[in-house]
């Protein structure tokens, strides 16, 4: 029905920066909030950002400052920005989308980003 696709994770060094960016495809009749959240190992998911169809953008304590989130409607995709990464910031990365009129969502699968120090 629907699927997302993330891309541009990847290996960088603490201070680095990194695009990720998630392509929805499929049965989207509705956009309503986006966002990305990070799951490290041993941890559970957790948010990271999100951002509702007005543009309204919401983020976790820990990347304040230092990650932006956007979209683009016309294309269906959600990016996140990411400056100054810490070794903290290693996990997998996974898009997230709410749409439709009862709010479906959809996850992708995942993109891992590694943060050396």
């Known amino acids: 029905q629907v699927q997302l696709v993330e891309s541009g994770g990847g290996l960088v060094q603490a201070g680095g920066s990194l695009r990720l960016s998630c392509a929805a495809s499929?049965?989207?009749?509705?956009?309503?909030?986006m966002g990305w959240y990070r799951q490290a190992p041993g941890k559970q998911r957790n948010l990271v950002a999100t951002i509702t169809s007005t543009g309204r953008t919401n983020y976790a304590g820990s990347v304040k400052g230092r990650f932006t989130i956007s979209r683009d409607n016309g294309k269906n995709m959600v990016y996140l920005l990411m400056n100054s990464l810490k070794p903290e910031d290693t996990a997998v990365y996974y898009c997230?989308?709410?749409?439709?009129?009862?709010?479906?969502?959809?996850w992708g699968q995942g993109t891992q980003v590694s943060v050396s120090s």
């Open positions: 997230n989308l709410v749409y439709g009129g009862l709010g479906q969502m959809a």
């Open positions: 499929g049965s989207i009749f509705s956009l309503n909030d």
